[in-house]
Structure formats: C-alpha cells, structure tokens
C-alpha cells in the first residue's frame, strides 16, 4: 500500500462483495463502460474504454477482437488495471490484478448478451473497414445485415475475452455536502484482504 494510507479498517466489508453491490448482475445486458489500462509493447500505459461484460463474484469480464492491441499486450503482460465511474452516485472503482482468457463458453455468453449492432460489429470492425472510405463502410455493413437478416449470430473466430482476477480494490466515494474518501484492499499471497482508508 502507498504512504497515504491514513488507518487500517477494522470489519471492513468484504471488496468482493462490496463489489458486487455496485456492479450490475452477472450477465445481465447491463453494460456499463470501464477504463482498462495495460502495459504497452513499449513500456508505456496503455488505456481504452471497454465494456464491462460481467462481474461474476470474483473477476471482472471483458471482451474483444483477438487481433486487437490490447490482446496482445494482454498476452505479452497478462496484468491490468480497470476504473469504472459513476458520476450520478459520486463513486468509482479501481481494480488491480492479473488477467487470463476466458473459457470459450463464457466467451460466447458475453456475446449473446451484446446487442445486434455490437454482434455485427465483432464481425466487421476490421483494419479493411477502419480505413474504408465512409460510403464503403456502410455499403459493407448492409450487405453483412443483408445476407443474415434476423438470425441469430455467432462469434466470430477473432471474437475473444478475458477476465480480471483482483489484487488491489479501490472504492472511492463522494458527497457534496462534505469529503470523499478512498477504501483500499490488498490480497496477499495467502490470499487475505488487508484494507486502509485513504484520504479522497
């Protein structure tokens, strides 16, 4: 833990659960956004919006095409982090750990839970159409909706996902009428969580 640290937290709710009281349900079609950081082939951060796919109890789930950036600094690093905010309610999470691929079946039920246009685009989001011109773009994918009309879809072969195993939870609530504050939780190797309020 940093210097910040003000105090241990004595009977410090569970982060697991903790986190499971501000997430969406498991595979619920709620897809809330998060930011997720990974280490750069270069060393440098690197960070992107993603969608949250599902939080089942112990890891975080996200989902994307295999060839992507982010996959393989994911498989050259397999650490991240990921902060999910929500202004409405003054709160946000940070989460720390280390990340591993999916099982195929929990792939595919990320993708049946997407919405048609994001089942499409797992299909069409290419380097081919990223640099098509506009007018070509859309030619490209109302053919592919033509050609498949209203059946269901399944993943493409790029389609892939990954879930987040935590090490380090960071709650962080507000309020406007006085301060916010940080609760951090550390697992140790026996996987323990140690917890500390920081200041907001």
Known sequence: MTSAVTGAVSGAPDPL??????????????????????????????ARTVLLSAFDGQRLHFHTDTRSRKAAELAAVPRASVTIHW????????????????????????????????????????????????ADRRVRWAAFEREHGDAPLSPPPTWGGF??????????????????????????ACGVWRSEVWPG
């Open 163 to 188: 879930a987040l195993t935590p090490l380090r939870m960071l709650f962080w609530t507000g309020a406007a009428d006085g301060p916010s504050n940080r609760l951090a939780y550390e697992r140790d």
């Open 17 to 46: 659960a903790l986190a499971a009281s501000w997430l969406p349900a498991t595979w619920s079609g709620v897809t809330p956004t998060m930011t997720l950081a990974t280490i750069g082939l270069d060393g440098y951060p690197s």
């Open 87 to 134: 202004p409405d309610v003054a709160r946000q999470l940070t989460v720390t750990g280390d990340v591993a691929p999916v099982t195929d079946r929990e792939a595919r039920i990320a993708y049946d839970a997407r919405s048609r246009y994001l089942q499409v685009l797992a299909w069409l989001n290419d380097t081919d159409l990223a640099v098509a011109p506009e």
